[in-house]
């Protein structure tokens, strides 16, 4: 066999495996999609119905009550809740991250190490093994069932890794080109929005999708800490279809179309800055 | 007026002190080179220079201005470091123009200077490319433009040239000499290599341990080094040391070997003084193959251990008095090992420094 053979096979072989991972990755995400679009008696048959026969918009005018069938969610109420919770959340979380990332890539302090240590170590504690504590501070704090409750959490639960991967970004970048842009006739701060900043885009960029996307999808601690349609957010929401008796697939589903699109939407935009190569080549050769 | 002095200079971290009160003036346009084995404190006393480091004790002026408190960006200097820091997210234009933006110079006037920088360093062919698109030599002339554009009162280059391969090292190295001459301005030059030092300064300023050991012309330091550190460190090959005694007016080294003092530095030296005799490998030659064939000297029988040759030169490796010294052969033959050479010293061109103080016997 020739080289050239060899090479075809392996890239042959190497498609197949790509292929049956996306499958085993898809496929659920898929399933999901396809029975938001289809009534409950096709997903539940026996044997299942692999090519969807009868594609419907009826769940999602059910979610939003506009038609006659039994459920209407309050989805507009979960959805802007389950926005206002994760993006305020995010974005302290990316504020704290930045500052705390550039603190410990670039400052020498008393305790840094520890410090960096507890906070990697507070990720190692799984948040559900805090929702007892919290619950019981929470309700003493008048904060159960309020946004802010849940921001608070959210916010303590992704800041020890958006300043991880922050910090991680900025050591990436050497300080001396903040001290170039200072003897340049920056000030520090110039020099960290005009220099360091743009830099770091991916990284915070990155941050940012991961912190939105915990918050936007957390289950566990939101089902405990929230009641009503004040603070329930969407994946608290879905519970909604499980009656005592019944669950609504078809209306599940729905819902977790409508959970998933933003998520896709945010990932969409920010993935050029996910990949963005960033090269850097001012630096060394 | 880009002259810049230093008043006992003082640099600690906590307890730790690593530049110990340093005085040095440099004159306007002046290029002074601070020079030393790392860990000297050089880099850190440019650094001080810049702004980049607070200074712990001591005071610095620019241009006449006490700019202790000053941050860099108030200093009027700019600084070409080690590895560049180009902005890696903005074109070579940009790169060119950023401190001028910043400083919310008019378009035109940034353009005029750009482009002048440019010109000047022949980079007007890659203005829009971006350093990553860059070669070693490139970036380091685009980090060398972005200094000069601003017109700074003075220049700081930290080891400019040591990422750089050894022949473009000496390119850039020219290139820096004519930079200078073109752009008249102070500048203070951080480097490691004594080769760079000795082309470059118009003033060398050798640092050991965070003091100054020297300051002086390239060719006062060369000549007449103050104390044996600075004769090992300026120079290649290094200068012989060996240690001997004085001894009814010889520099006695055994039994066998002794040669006569030198007659300028015979005042200096005192009987049964312990002294170390410095003796540049260029000093040491073989009978007519030297360079200083004339005025005062000496000649040792000595045995060639290993030869080198390089050329327009041969190293040669030989012993006087059991420690192993190295002489050259200028306008070489070929010199086989074991072979016995008539070597000739060059009296006049040698050093005696105490043995207790390792300074100079002509200051101590």
Not at chain 1, 56 to 74: K, M
Not at chain 2, 28 to 46: A, D, I, Q
Not at chain 2, 119 to 142: D, F, H, K, N, Y
Not at chain 2, 194 to 208: F, G, P, S, W, Y
């Amino acid at each position: 066999m020739t080289s050239l053979h060899k090479r075809q096979v392996k890239a042959v072989l190497t498609w197949i495996a790509t292929f049956i991972l996306m499958i085993v990755m898809c496929v659920p995400g898929l399933w999901v999609v396809l029975s938001g679009f289809r009534p409950n008696r096709e997903i539940l048959a026996k044997p299942p119905v692999w090519i969807p026969e009868d594609l419907t918009l009826d769940n999602f005018a059910a979610i939003f009550g506009l038609s006659d069938a039994q459920v209407a969610i309050p989805v507009i109420d979960y959805f802007a809740n389950s926005m206002i919770i994760a993006v305020t959340s995010t974005a302290i979380a990316l504020l704290v991250g930045m500052s705390g990332g550039y603190a410990f890539a670039r400052f020498r302090f008393g305790g840094k190490n520890a410090l960096f240590l507890g906070l990697m170590l507070s990720r190692a504690v799984p948040g559900i093994a805090l929702s007892l504590p919290v619950f019981i501070i929470w309700s003493h704090l008048g904060l159960i069932d309020a946004p802010m409750g849940l921001i608070i959490v959210y916010v303590a639960l992704n800041v020890p890794f958006t300043i991880w991967l922050i910090d991680g970004f900025f050591r990436q970048i050497p300080k001396e080109l903040s001290e170039a842009a200072q003897v340049d006739g920056c000030t520090r701060w110039q020099a960290f929005w005009k220099i360091e900043f743009p830099l770091a885009r991916s990284g915070i960029a990155s941050a940012g999708v991961f912190a939105f996307l915990t918050s936007w999808n957390e289950y566990a601690l939101a089902s405990q800490l929230t009641r009503s349609t004040d603070s329930k957010t969407l994946p608290v929401g879905l519970m909604d279809f499980t009656a005592q008796f019944t669950i609504d697939w078809a209306g599940m589903c729905a819902m977790a179309v409508i959970i998933i699109i933003p998520a896709l939407i945010l990932t969409f935009l920010v993935q050029k800055h996910l990949i963005a190569g960033l090269t850097f080549g001012g630096v060394k050769g | 007026m880009g002259n810049i002095t230093l008043n006992k200079v003082v640099k600690a971290y906590g307890k730790l002190e690593v530049v110990h009160g340093i005085d040095l003036d440099i004159a306007h346009n002046e290029f002074v080179v601070l020079v030393g084995p790392s860990g000297c404190g050089k880099s850190t006393t440019l650094r001080m220079i810049a702004g980049l480091e607070d200074i712990s004790g001591g005071e610095i002026h620019i241009a006449n201005e006490l700019v202790n408190d000053l941050p860099p960006r108030k200093r009027n200097i700019s600084m070409v470091f080690q590895n560049y820091a180009l902005y890696p997210h903005m074109s070579v234009r940009e790169n060119l123009g950023f401190g001028l933006k910043i400083a919310k110079q008019p378009q035109n006037v940034i353009d005029q200077r750009v482009n002048e920088a440019a010109e000047i360093l022949g980079l007007s062919s890659l203005m829009e490319r971006t350093p990553a698109e860059l070669s070693g030599g490139q970036r380091q002339r685009v980090a060398m433009g972005r200094a000069i554009v601003r017109h700074p009162e003075a220049f700081l280059f930290d080891e400019p040239l040591s990422n750089l391969d050894a022949k473009l090292r000496v390119q850039m190295r020219t290139e820096i000499k004519k930079l200078h001459q073109k752009v008249k301005t102070t500048v203070v030059y951080v480097t490691h290599d004594q080769v760079e030092a000795m082309t470059l300064a118009d003033r060398i300023v050798v640092m050991k341990d965070g003091y100054i050991e020297q300051v002086g012309t390239p060719m006062e330091v060369f000549n007449h080094p103050v104390n044996t550190f600075v004769a090992s460190f300026i120079g290649s090959p290094p200068m012989n040391l060996l240690p001997a005694l004085i001894v009814s007016g010889a520099i006695w080294f055994d039994e066998n070997t002794s040669i006569p003092v030198p007659s300028r530095l015979a005042p200096h030296v005192t009987e049964g003084q312990e002294v170390i005799f410095g003796l540049r490998p260029d000093d040491l030659t073989p009978e007519g193959h030297g360079i200083h064939d004339s005025g005062e000297g000496t000649f040792l029988e000595l045995k060639i251990d290993l030869a080198e040759l390089l050329g327009t030169e041969t190293v040669l490796y030989t012993q006087i008095a059991g420690s192993e010294v190295q002489g050259k052969m200028f306008v070489p033959r070929d010199v086989t090992p074991g072979e016995v050479l008539k070597f000739r010293i060059a009296l006049e061109k040698t050093h005696l420094f105490d043995a207790k103080t390792k300074k100079s016997v002509r200051i101590s």
